[in-house]
């Protein structure tokens, strides 16, 4: 009976440091986009900001030691609700692969994601996503407005930036893969569903609530 005690003991704790990480990556991704936005002559441009449907924010994507030029990180998107301008409840996500550009020696790199059009919002929502072979990308202009009018620019369904050691600038991420993190999920909703109808549906959980409020600070609300 104490060996089935002890085992249940570590199950819940188990279940209590996962809440807790998946938490603490939310926390970490509001310090991400408040960092950015806070530098207004490195800032993602306001005006792309306000135009994006869905942002996936990822802080700290690692290298994979084991995977020759691997990388590995674990995020959240939130889409704007077409009715009031605001952002949904984030949904959780892994991203993998991908070719990091200039960022390439780095351990740790923030990333950031602005998708610009309904086709590419719903294109994420797929169980697997490819930058670059599902939607097109392109690398994503700092400042406090666009100045680039580049026909990449100009059509590309997600723009992409990274931070590390300080430096934020726009890469082109073609080649790394987005994927639903149901671990993750399940830890902040309490069961396993999509994400599709998480951005859809979800009442934003614990721990969220820093995040949209930033995603909100940095926004021009749409009717």
């Known amino acids: 009976m104490k060996l089935k005690h002890f085992a249940v003991a570590l199950l819940l704790t188990g279940v209590l440091f996962g809440a807790d990480d998946a938490v603490r990556r939310l926390h970490d991704a509001a310090e991400v986009i408040t960092d950015v936005m806070g530098t207004s002559d490195k800032a993602i441009p306001q005006d792309l900001f306000d135009k994006a449907e869905c942002l996936v924010i990822?802080?700290?994507?690692?290298?994979?030691?084991?995977?020759?030029g691997g990388k590995y990180g674990r995020g959240f998107i939130s889409c704007r609700h077409r009715e009031t301008g605001g952002w949904s409840a984030p949904a959780a996500v892994r991203v993998e692969g991908g070719s990091f550009g200039f960022q390439i020696g780095a351990s740790e790199t923030d990333v950031v994601m602005a998708v610009m059009n309904r086709r590419g919002a719903d294109k994420l929502m797929e169980s697997k996503f490819t930058l670059g072979a599902d939607a097109s990308?392109?690398?994503?202009?700092?400042?406090r407005t666009t100045s680039a009018d580049t026909d990449?620019?100009?059509?590309?369904?997600?723009?992409?930036?990274?931070?590390?050691r300080g430096v934020f600038a726009g890469i082109a991420l073609n080649g790394a893969t987005l994927?639903?993190?149901?671990?993750?999920?399940?830890?902040?909703?309490?069961?396993?569903t999509s994400n599709r109808e998480i951005i859809a549906h979800a009442k934003p959980p614990a721990g969220s609530h820093e995040l949209l409020d930033v995603l909100n600070k940095y926004s021009s609300h749409r009717g």
């Open 58 to 68: 990822v802080p700290g994507v690692k290298k994979a030691a084991f995977i020759v």
């Open 179 to 192: 994927r639903p993190d149901d671990d993750t999920n399940k830890q902040l909703y309490g069961t396993v």
């Open 152 to 164: 990449a620019l100009m059509t590309a369904e997600i723009l992409t930036w990274s931070r590390a």
């Open 137 to 143: 990308v392109a690398a994503g202009p700092v400042g």
